[in-house]
């Protein structure tokens, strides 16, 4: 592993050489932010969309900085002595979830350009490209003050993008619940991280891993208590039933994009930190963390498919409550490899990271569709999908793979093999209870994504005849004009990458179920 430190006899150094292509993904996205931020203060109202363009080509440097690190050996800011610790660590872990965070990132931009006309666009790409700098941060941080900076760093911009449309009584109180519930998860987790540093002496992962073997019997009970407290913080990160009430609202207050951003970006960073601290930091305490975990995946993949199961076809936003409450059934699944591994190996957890590449593809895919049928039908009920595909057939083609992608059946076969893997993980580790569970689960998971696959392929509802406007005089001899929705090309660029994603790992599974065979760290 190639090691960027400076050098100490016999001592720890604080003096550091910075490796800045190891940190170059996070770094381009948050000089991106900075750039975009400045340029609105010179660009014309006229021109504010090439602030997305931007923004959009800031992501895709961010992402061409992953390919010269595709070898995973290579750490920064490590400190040297008896013992070398490293803070930022771009192994073959850290690189996936960046080029997940970072692609998730770059979907949403190109799902918001269009959609920003009402909104203020130099704040509103900063504080994507700060969130998404966060992210990319998150899974190479190997000490637990990087690992808290970078999720607040992801977490603080999302706040007010949620709440970011002003005026609107529903994004401001989506925002709210969002903030207060993240800030409880926050306290709760330094609380946490304070006792293992209590008891530990030392912030780094791999450092507390070694000493938490041999903790005196004093400090047991601290000790245990900072790993409990540290998971609760995360189970609110990562929308864990039963600290899931905040996701419902908040997607359906959130302009769609960031809808969609939070579902796989914001889950994506949460479960990297989950990964880190429990794997990493916590495998003494693996009997502690393994049996809560497999508890609260049982719990939270039943609340969320349950909940979803019963949402009303003509309420008004139900197809993203929908897609919200399916997101938090799809949690339980994340985390059922994460608890396999207090049970056997890490190994495990490539399981977690397999599925979680196949779930950010078509569920951002879903959400681009939800935002085209947005353009004609502002209320995004399910009942506004009936006859889709009489209107609209590409779009409904995809939506419907989308939603047999995340069901787990034919033609949507990653999405069947990444439940296989993910079910594998269960019963290799002695889970069958769980494993059991998570099959009912699927079960009732394959009636509401079906139904919602059936309602594209209807006939459609016939409108009824507009009444006339007698205010409205239209001159002899001419046709009243018929209003034309126009899609914006990124839209329609956001829904072809993820279909065609989506259609390549269904013939190529083994692009992203081969992590499930190897460890990441």
């Known amino acids: 592993m190639t090691v960027a430190a400076g050098s100490a006899t016999g001592a720890e150094s604080l003096v550091q050489s910075v490796d800045w292509l190891a940190i170059a993904p996070p770094v381009i996205a ?4 900075l750039l975009v931020l400045v340029a609105d203060l010179f660009v014309g109202e006229r021109h504010k969309p090439l602030l997305g363009w931007g923004a959009v080509a800031g992501l895709l440097a961010a992402l061409a900085a992953i390919v010269p690190l595709r070898a995973g050996d290579r750490s920064t800011f490590c400190l040297t002595g008896g013992t070398q610790a490293c803070s930022y660590t771009a192994d073959h872990f850290a690189l996936v979830i960046q080029a997940l965070v970072l692609g998730g990132a770059l979907l949403t931009a190109l799902l918001s350009i269009g959609d920003t006309r009402k909104l203020p666009a130099g704040e509103f790409w900063f504080l994507l490209l700060s969130s998404a700098a966060g992210a990319a941060l998150l899974p190479a941080a190997r000490d637990l003050a990087t690992l808290v900076v970078a999720l607040e760093v992801a977490s603080l911009p999302a706040f007010a993008l949620v709440g970011i449309k002003r005026g609107d009584r529903r994004s401001s109180e989506a925002a709210l619940k969002f903030f207060l519930s993240s800030v409880v998860a926050t306290a709760v987790m330094l609380l946490g991280v ?31 208590a900072g790993v409990v407290l540290t998971l609760v913080g995360f189970a609110f990160k990562t929308a864990v039933a039963p600290f899931h009430f905040w996701v419902p609202d908040t997607y359906v207050g959130a302009p769609l994009p960031i ?20 794997v990493i930091g916590f495998p003494s305490y693996a009997d502690v963390w393994g049996p809560a975990l497999a508890v609260l995946a049982a719990l939270t993949m039943t609340t969320g498919n349950l909940a979803a199961l019963r949402q009303n076809a003509t309420r008004a936003r139900s197809a993203v409550r929908l897609l919200a409450w399916s997101s938090v059934g799809q949690a339980g699944y994340l985390l059922v490899p994460i608890a396999a591994a207090a049970y056997s190996s890490d190994e495990q957890i490539g399981s977690t990271v397999a599925y979680a590449l196949m779930y950010a593809v078509v569920n951002l895919g879903a959400f681009a569709v939800a935002a085209l049928v947005a ?14 595909y009489a209107t609209r057939p590409l779009a409904a083609l995809a939506l419907g793979f989308f939603l047999l992608c995340l069901a787990g059946l034919p033609p949507g076969i990653v999405g069947l093999f990444a439940k296989v893997t993910v079910f594998s993980a269960a019963v290799d580790a002695g889970l069958g209870w769980l494993a059991v569970v998570m099959a009912v689960n699927v079960v009732i998971a394959l009636y509401y994504y079906l139904r919602w696959t059936a309602v594209l392929f209807l006939s459609p509802e016939p409108e009824p005849e507009p009444e006339p406007e007698p205010e409205t005089v239209t001159p002899a001899g001419t046709v009243p004009a018929v209003r034309k929705h126009r899609v914006p090309a990124p839209l329609t660029l956001a829904i072809a990458l993820t279909a065609v994603a989506g259609i390549t790992l269904s013939g190529a599974p083994q692009l992203i179920l081969r992590f499930a065979a190897v460890s990441l760290f």
């Open 375 to 388: 353009r004609t039908h502002p209320g995004n009920r399910l009942s506004d999908y009936r006859g889709l």
């Open 194 to 224: 304070s006792f293992v540093y209590a008891t530990t002496g030392t912030m780094h992962l791999t450092e507390i891993a070694a000493r938490l073997d041999d903790v005196p019997g004093r400090f047991s009970t601290l000790a245990e």
């Open 259 to 278: 809808a969609a951003y939070l579902s796989v970006v914001g889950k994506a960073v949460g479960f990297s930190g989950l990964i880190l601290v429990t």
């Open 30 to 33: 948050a000089s991106a932010a």
